[in-house]
C-alpha cells in the first residue's frame, strides 16, 4: 500500500515538473470560430428577462455585439416552451448562450447524471432552434467536488458519463460544441470529498478504453474556472495554477495526459468577489479595488488568441453563497462599480455564423409568357437562426434572370425564426425564351445568404385562343364589338381585349399574355344589349379553345344584368329594339 501511494505521488510530481519546467507552446483551433468575436461575457444564475437584458446592456456596449451568457440548464426544467423563448429573448439582445447541463439538487448535492441519460439530454437540446450555429454545451460543473456529482468524487463515472453525453450529442448534430465540465483548480486530493484536478483528470482518461484520443475527439473547447486563488485575492497580473490565467497551466497539462487537440478555452466562471453583501467580508477586495481588478483583467486576457469567451460568475445573485460574487446590489437595479468599468472598455463587433434557411410555403408556377406582367403572393417562413430585419439590409432577391426582366418584393419588415410572412412579388417578363434556374432567396449586402432554393422557370411564347359563341335567337352569329375579360383565382382581370371579331360563331384572340400555363381562369365574354357569358379554362401551351353558351339578349340597358330596368328603357327609346336587333 505504502509503495502504491508513493507511486500516486511520484507520478503527480512529475507532471507537476513538466508542466511548469517544459511550457509548450499551444494554440488553439479557430475552425469553429468567427474571426470577428466579441470576448465579453458573463453568467448568469437565471436566465430571467432582467437579467438578460442587464447582461446584454454590458457585453455588448462601447462598440461591441454578441457577446457571451453563460446559463445553466437543470433537468427539471427539461421545458421546450421555456427555453426556446429563452433563446429567442438572447438572439434579439444578440447574446450567444453557453449552456451548462446540470442534474437536479436533492440531498445536499446535485445528482449524478448517468450514461443512459444522454439521448433524453439529445433529443431535447437538438429540438431547440438555437442562437447561433455553434451550440456550446458544458457537460455538468466540477466534478471534483463530491458535492457537485452525486456527493462522491467519481472520475470514472463522471468520465463515462461524459463520453456518452459527447457522442449522444455529436451524433445527433455535429453543431454542437461539446466541453468538458469546469474544474475547481484549487480543490484539494481529499477523496470522496475533493479531488485534485491533475489526479482526477488522469484518473478520467485512464478509465476510458481509447483514453485521451477517444474522449477529446468528441471534445471542442475547454470550459475553464480560472478563479484568483487561493483566497480569491491573486492580482488579475498573476500566472500559473490557480491564478486567472489558470486555463494555460490546464492545456499544458492536458498536453502531458496525451491530448493532441489544441482546445480554444471559455473561461465560463472567473472574477473577484467583493466585501459588499448581505454582511461585509474584509478578506475580500472592495468593490472599487474589484471594479480596477476586472478592467485590467479583461484588458489582459481578451489580448490572449486562445480565450474565446470570459464570463464572470455572477451578474445577479441576491443570496448567498454568492452575494459577494454578485454584480448587482442588493435589493436594488443598481450595480457595483465594476459593472460600469467593463461596460466602458472598448470591444469589437462579433459576427456569429449563423443558419439561413427559408421555405416557400406554396409554390411558384413554372411557366410563364413572354412580355408579361404578374403580381405573386409568397408565404415564406424563417427556418433559419437569424432575424431578418429590411432595416438591417435584410430583403428578397432572385437570381439568374435575364437582363430584360424587372421584378420586385414587397417589404417584410421583420421575420424572426419560425415566423410566416405573406411577401408579394411584382414579376415581368421579358422577350427571351427558354428555361433558367432561377434563385431565390434572403439577401444581405445583395448577396443570397439562405441556401439555394430553386425556381424551374421556363418562359414560353404568347398564347391564342379560339372562342365559339352564339346569340339568340339569330341564326347568323357574328359581330366585331365582342369583348373578352380574363380574370385569375383573385379576381383581378389580368388580360382584356376589346373589338373581339365573331363570324359564323368563331373567334380567335392572338399573343395573349399575363397569364401563367397550366392555371385555370375565369372567362367573360360581354357584347353590348347581351347578358355576359362566362366559363373556366385551364390555359395550356398549345391549343386553348372556349365555349360559350348562347348570349341571350336582355341587356338593354347595358349593366350586365336583366331586370324590369331593361323594359322600362325601351319604353323611353323605342328605338333601342332596332339597335338591339342590329346587334
Same mark, same amino acid.
Given at each position: 500500500?505504502v509503495k502504491?501511494?508513493?507511486?500516486?505521488?511520484?507520478?503527480?510530481?512529475?507532471?507537476?515538473?513538466?508542466?511548469?519546467?517544459?511550457?509548450?507552446?499551444?494554440?488553439a483551433?479557430?475552425?469553429r470560430?468567427?474571426?470577428?468575436?466579441?470576448?465579453?461575457?458573463?453568467?448568469?444564475?437565471?436566465?430571467?428577462?432582467?437579467?438578460?437584458?442587464?447582461?446584454?446592456?454590458?457585453?455588448?456596449?462601447?462598440?461591441?455585439?454578441?457577446?457571451?451568457?453563460?446559463?445553466?440548464?437543470?433537468?427539471?426544467?427539461?421545458?421546450?416552451?421555456?427555453?426556446?423563448?429563452?433563446?429567442?429573448?438572447?438572439?434579439?439582445?444578440?447574446?450567444i448562450?453557453?449552456?451548462?447541463?446540470?442534474?437536479?439538487?436533492?440531498?445536499?448535492?446535485?445528482?449524478?447524471c448517468?450514461?443512459?441519460?444522454?439521448?433524453?439530454?439529445?433529443?431535447?437540446?437538438?429540438?431547440?432552434?438555437?442562437?447561433?450555429?455553434?451550440?456550446?454545451?458544458?457537460?455538468?460543473?466540477?466534478?471534483?467536488?463530491?458535492?457537485?456529482?452525486?456527493?462522491?468524487?467519481?472520475?470514472?463515472?463522471y468520465?463515462?458519463?461524459?463520453?456518452?453525453?459527447?457522442?449522444?450529442l455529436?451524433?445527433?448534430?455535429?453543431?454542437?460544441?461539446?466541453?468538458?465540465?469546469g474544474?475547481?483548480?484549487?480543490?484539494?486530493?481529499?477523496?470522496?470529498?475533493?479531488?485534485?484536478?491533475?489526479?482526477?483528470?488522469?484518473?478520467?482518461?485512464?478509465?476510458?478504453?481509447?483514453?485521451?484520443d477517444?474522449?477529446?475527439?468528441?471534445?471542442?473547447?475547454?470550459a475553464?474556472h *480560472?478563479?484568483?486563488?487561493?483566497? =480569491?485575492? !491573486?492580482?488579475? %497580473? &498573476? #500566472?500559473?495554477?490557480?491564478?486567472?490565467? @489558470?486555463?494555460?497551466?490546464?492545456?499544458?497539462?492536458?498536453?502531458?495526459?496525451?491530448?493532441?487537440?489544441?482546445?480554444?478555452v471559455?473561461?465560463?466562471?472567473?472574477?473577484?468577489?467583493?466585501?459588499?453583501?448581505? *454582511?461585509?467580508n474584509?478578506?475580500? =477586495?472592495? !468593490?472599487?479595488? %474589484? &471594479? #480596477?481588478?476586472?478592467?485590467?483583467?479583461? @484588458?489582459?486576457?481578451t489580448?490572449?488568441?486562445?480565450?474565446?469567451?470570459?464570463?464572470?460568475?455572477?451578474?445577479?445573485?441576491?443570496?448567498?453563497?454568492?452575494?459577494?460574487?454578485?454584480?448587482?446590489?442588493?435589493? *436594488?437595479?443598481?450595480?457595483?462599480?465594476?459593472?460600469?468599468?467593463?461596460?466602458?472598455?472598448p470591444?469589437?463587433?462579433?459576427?456569429?455564423t449563423?443558419?439561413?434557411?427559408?421555405?416557400?410555403?406554396?409554390?411558384?408556377?413554372?411557366?410563364?409568357?413572354?412580355?408579361?406582367t404578374?403580381?405573386?403572393?409568397?408565404?415564406?417562413?424563417?427556418?433559419g437562426?437569424?432575424?431578418?430585419?429590411?432595416?438591417?439590409g435584410?430583403k428578397?432577391?432572385?437570381?439568374?434572370?435575364?437582363?430584360?426582366?424587372?421584378?420586385?418584393?414587397?417589404?417584410?419588415?421583420?421575420?424572426?425564426?419560425?415566423?410566416?410572412?405573406?411577401v408579394?412579388?411584382?414579376?415581368?417578363?421579358?422577350?427571351?425564351?427558354?428555361?433558367?434556374?432561377?434563385?431565390?432567396?434572403?439577401?444581405?449586402d445583395?448577396?443570397?445568404?439562405?441556401?439555394?432554393?430553386?425556381?424551374?422557370?421556363?418562359?414560353?411564347?404568347?398564347?391564342?385562343?379560339?372562342?365559339t359563341?352564339?346569340?339568340?335567337?339569330?341564326?347568323?352569329?357574328?359581330?366585331?364589338?365582342?369583348?373578352l375579360?380574363?380574370?385569375?383565382?383573385?379576381?383581378?382581370?389580368?388580360?382584356?381585349?376589346?373589338?373581339?371579331?365573331?363570324?359564323?360563331?368563331?373567334?380567335e384572340?392572338?399573343?395573349?399574355?399575363?397569364?401563367?400555363?397550366?392555371?385555370?381562369?375565369?372567362?367573360?365574354?360581354?357584347?353590348?344589349?347581351?347578358?355576359?357569358?362566362?366559363?373556366?379554362?385551364?390555359?395550356?401551351?398549345?391549343?386553348?379553345?372556349?365555349?360559350?353558351?348562347?348570349?341571350?339578349?336582355?341587356?338593354?340597358?347595358?349593366?350586365?344584368?336583366?331586370?324590369?330596368?331593361?323594359?322600362?328603357?325601351?319604353?323611353?327609346?323605342?328605338?333601342?329594339?332596332?339597335?338591339?336587333?342590329?346587334?
Amino acid at each position: 500500500m505504502v509503495k502504491l501511494i508513493l507511486m500516486k505521488y511520484f507520478f503527480l510530481t512529475c507532471l507537476f515538473i513538466f508542466v511548469f519546467l517544459f511550457p509548450k507552446e499551444i494554440r488553439a483551433d479557430f475552425s469553429r470560430i468567427d474571426k470577428d468575436n466579441n470576448k465579453f461575457g458573463i453568467h448568469l444564475a437565471l436566465p430571467a428577462q432582467n437579467d438578460l437584458e442587464s447582461a446584454a446592456k454590458l457585453v455588448n456596449s462601447s462598440g461591441g455585439d454578441w457577446g457571451y451568457v453563460t446559463l445553466v440548464m437543470e433537468e427539471k426544467e427539461m421545458n421546450k416552451n421555456k427555453w426556446q423563448d429563452v433563446f429567442d429573448q438572447a438572439r434579439r439582445l444578440h447574446l450567444i448562450p453557453i449552456i451548462r447541463l446540470s442534474g437536479s439538487f436533492e440531498n445536499e448535492c446535485w445528482r449524478a447524471c448517468q450514461p443512459e441519460e444522454a439521448q433524453k439530454w439529445a433529443d431535447f437540446l437538438d429540438s431547440l432552434n438555437w442562437v447561433v450555429k455553434n451550440r456550446y454545451v458544458i457537460l455538468f460543473n466540477e466534478p471534483n467536488h463530491a458535492t457537485e456529482w452525486g456527493n462522491k468524487v467519481d472520475p470514472v463515472g463522471y468520465g463515462q458519463t461524459a463520453l456518452a453525453f459527447a457522442k449522444t450529442l455529436k451524433q445527433k448534430s455535429p453543431d454542437f460544441f461539446i466541453m468538458l465540465a469546469g474544474f475547481d483548480s484549487a480543490a484539494p486530493s481529499s477523496p470522496p470529498i475533493h479531488e485534485d484536478e491533475v489526479s482526477f483528470l488522469n484518473q478520467m482518461i485512464a478509465s476510458i478504453p481509447g483514453g485521451a484520443d477517444e474522449l477529446f475527439s468528441y471534445i471542442d473547447g475547454w470550459a475553464s474556472h *480560472s478563479y484568483p486563488n487561493h483566497g =480569491y485575492i !491573486s492580482p488579475p %497580473t &498573476a #500566472n500559473g495554477r490557480n491564478s486567472v490565467k @489558470n486555463y494555460q497551466w490546464e492545456l499544458s497539462l492536458l498536453k502531458v495526459l496525451g491530448v493532441k487537440k489544441d482546445l480554444p478555452v471559455f473561461i465560463t466562471e472567473t472574477g473577484w468577489p467583493h466585501q459588499e453583501g448581505i *454582511s461585509s467580508n474584509r478578506s475580500f =477586495y472592495s !468593490s472599487l479595488q %474589484t &471594479a #480596477n481588478y476586472f478592467k485590467t483583467y479583461f @484588458n489582459l486576457i481578451t489580448k490572449d488568441p486562445d480565450v474565446i469567451a470570459i464570463t464572470p460568475f455572477i451578474l445577479n445573485y441576491q443570496g448567498e453563497p454568492f452575494d459577494h460574487f454578485s454584480w448587482q446590489k442588493l435589493n *436594488s437595479e443598481e450595480f457595483y462599480p465594476q459593472y460600469n468599468e467593463v461596460q466602458q472598455i472598448p470591444k469589437i463587433k462579433g459576427q456569429p455564423t449563423q443558419e439561413h434557411k427559408i421555405s416557400l410555403l406554396e409554390k411558384l408556377p413554372e411557366k410563364l409568357i413572354k412580355n408579361s406582367t404578374y403580381q405573386f403572393t409568397l408565404k415564406i417562413r424563417n427556418e433559419g437562426q437569424d432575424i431578418w430585419e429590411t432595416s438591417d439590409g435584410y430583403k428578397m432577391k432572385l437570381e439568374g434572370l435575364p437582363d430584360d426582366f424587372q421584378y420586385f418584393f414587397s417589404d417584410f419588415s421583420s421575420i424572426a425564426p419560425r415566423e410566416e410572412k405573406t411577401v408579394y412579388l411584382y414579376f415581368k417578363t421579358g422577350d427571351r425564351l427558354g428555361k433558367f434556374d432561377v434563385k431565390l432567396g434572403i439577401s444581405l449586402d445583395d448577396k443570397i445568404i439562405t441556401q439555394e432554393t430553386i425556381w424551374n422557370l421556363e418562359i414560353v411564347p404568347q398564347v391564342d385562343l379560339q372562342l365559339t359563341t352564339k346569340l339568340f335567337p339569330k341564326r347568323v352569329n357574328q359581330g366585331n364589338d365582342f369583348r373578352l375579360l380574363i380574370y385569375n383565382s383573385k379576381q383581378e382581370i389580368v388580360f382584356e381585349k376589346s373589338n373581339v371579331k365573331v363570324a359564323k360563331s368563331q373567334g380567335e384572340i392572338k399573343e395573349i399574355n399575363n397569364l401563367v400555363i397550366g392555371e385555370q381562369y375565369r372567362l367573360v365574354l360581354l357584347k353590348p344589349y347581351y347578358l355576359p357569358r362566362q366559363t373556366f379554362l385551364t390555359i395550356t401551351q398549345e391549343e386553348n379553345e372556349v365555349f360559350f353558351k348562347y348570349m341571350l339578349p336582355f341587356d338593354l340597358n347595358k349593366d350586365g344584368t336583366f331586370s324590369i330596368n331593361d323594359f322600362f328603357q325601351v319604353l323611353k327609346k323605342p328605338s333601342l329594339f332596332k339597335l338591339w336587333w342590329i346587334h
